[in-house]
């Protein structure tokens, strides 16, 4: 992936070495721990955060100049890079795009959600219209998973910014009333919404290649082996060693990658309605 030269952004803030005033304790970490290859990438933490003793309310922002070291810069082209994207989608259908900030955190930290553990991988909270990402949790998903690469990487941040995609659209809302209702299989809720997410990381790579051509031969596939390697079935049959479909709340390997494909075909959002999908 040639990130280089893409456009920094500055919505990023650097918590490493902060700590929340207090992360839950062994039981409450030890449960999210135990179910560590069903969150990656999850949207909504809230739920799995009423394990963890919140502690006082966090309100931490980093400051100081922007760090230097590649990996920070890495985070800052493709949050760049997926605010161009956006821009310009949400520019066409007559609206306008407010960007969400990533948070790079070390081990533990406090959202408007709660406080969250590093071992539950990535994740967007909607309270605060923040992407949270520890990146120990890339070591994990190219030795432990078998997806490196830095648009692998990238694949990560745009599924966790495509949940921010979402909050802009009142998906999310929608979702939760429907949750609130009842009546509607939460788990199956929750797999489309992942993904759509994932259609719309697919968007922003067609579209974002198209603007700046970051893409490298074998990127694509990159992307699709993160994909298929945080799919429910793979993740339960390393963790427990068979697969339980009813339980899914991410999607099958298979599903993942294909709604990835689907966006990134198209380069277009208005094929990412896993909502009115028969078949997913």
Known sequence: MRWQDLRRSSNVEDRRGMRPAAVGGVGGIGAIVIVL????????????LQQVDPGPSQTETASGPAPQDEMSQFLAAVLGSTEDTWGAVFQEAGSRYAPPTLVRFSGAVGSACGSASAAMGPFYCPADRKVYIDTAFFDELSRRFGAPGKFAEAYVVAHEVGHHVQNLLGIMDKVSQLRARGGVDGNELSVRV?????????????????????????????????????????????????????SFTHGSSEQRVRWFRRGFDSGSPTTCDTFSAQTL
Do not use: H, T
């Open 194 to 246: 992942e993904l759509q997410a994932d259609c719309f990381a697919g968007v922003w790579a067609k579209r974002g290649d198209q603007q700046s051509r970051f893409i490298e031969p074998g990127d694509v596939e990159s992307a699709m082996k993160a994909a298929a390697a945080v799919g429910d079935d793979a993740l339960q049959k390393q963790s427990q060693g068979y697969v339980v479909p009813d």
């Open 37 to 48: 290859v069903a969150l990656f990438f999850g949207v909504d933490p809230s739920a799995l």
